[in-house]
């Protein structure tokens, strides 16, 4: 366990990741280590802070800087990401034409 996040196994890749829960409900797979952030509007990663909130951030290079802890989403680090990924409703209605 981490904190209170539970830490399990990603079934694509074998990696240790942990599910957040978003402000608007739905579980996000994260990767298991956490990270400190700078919280930057046009930052290069998308971190899911602990009560699950999707910002925008880059890691500092002095953790001193840090502005928070978060975790990466681990759709973006995950080999078989593509894999999980639900078809949209639009690919849904060309399958079946």
Same mark, same amino acid.
Request: charge should be positive; glycine fraction near 10%.
């Given at each position: 366990?981490?904190?209170?996040? @539970?830490?399990?196994?990603?079934?694509?890749?074998?990696?240790?990741? $942990?599910?957040?829960?978003? $402000?608007?409900?739905?579980?996000? #797979?994260?990767?298991? %280590?956490?990270?400190?952030?700078?919280?930057?509007?046009?930052?290069?990663?998308?971190?899911?802070? !602990?009560?699950? %909130? $999707?910002?925008?951030?880059?890691? #500092? %290079?002095? #953790?001193?800087?840090?502005?928070?802890?978060?975790?990466?989403?681990?759709?973006?680090?995950? !080999?078989?990401?593509?894999?999980?990924?639900?078809? @949209?409703?639009?690919? @849904?209605?060309?399958?079946? %034409?």
């Amino acid at each position: 366990m981490i904190g209170t996040l @539970r830490v399990t196994k990603c079934r694509g890749c074998g990696a240790d990741i $942990v599910f957040i829960k978003s $402000v608007a409900g739905k579980t996000i #797979p994260c990767n298991a %280590e956490s990270i400190s952030y700078v919280q930057k509007a046009d930052g290069d990663l998308k971190i899911v802070t !602990p009560n699950g %909130e $999707v910002i925008s951030g880059n890691i #500092p %290079e002095d #953790p001193q800087k840090a502005t928070g802890i978060g975790y990466i989403s681990h759709f973006a680090t995950c !080999p078989a990401a593509d894999s999980f990924r639900k078809a @949209r409703k639009s690919d @849904r209605k060309k399958v079946r %034409e």
